[in-house]
């Protein structure tokens, strides 16, 4: 089973950035699509953005649409990592950050990932 570690919640102001690691515990990851998830306090967990493996064709992204353009999603097979860029983040974005893998494309759906992290804490502040 591989493992996913996540790094790099923290507190931050309104209008600030940050970046998000998840690392993984094997090679393996490369054949997998990795994503994040996050869940707000008192609501359900929720879709943020997910990458395909780099084997596959164009390596596809996805993201929620109410994040575009404030987060980037990329990874890097050598340190077994995807990295997670927010810009501009308002207290909406405040949630528990979860990395997910899974086989296949990305997708949306987090009954689909049945690899996860233990999740890191993001609070943006006004």
């Known amino acids: 089973q591989i493992q996913l570690v996540e790094y790099g919640g923290r507190s931050v102001q309104a209008g600030g950035s940050l970046k998000l690691s998840c690392v993984a515990s094997?090679?393996?990851?490369?054949?997998?699509?990795m994503g994040w998830f996050r869940q707000p306090p008192g609501r359900e967990r929720e879709f943020v953005a997910a990458?395909?493996?780099?084997?596959?064709?164009?390596?596809?992204?996805k993201y929620a649409d109410s994040l575009k353009g404030r987060f980037t999603l990329s990874r890097d097979e050598r340190q077994r990592a995807i990295y997670l860029q927010m810009n501009n983040l308002e207290p909406e974005d405040t949630a528990v950050y979860f990395c997910a893998a899974r086989s296949g494309s990305p997708s949306t759906s987090q009954e689909s990932y049945p690899m996860w992290g233990q999740g890191t804490q993001v609070t943006v502040s006004s």
């Open positions: 990458i395909g493996p780099i084997v596959m064709t164009g390596t596809p992204r």
């Open positions: 094997q090679d393996a990851i490369k054949w997998y699509t």
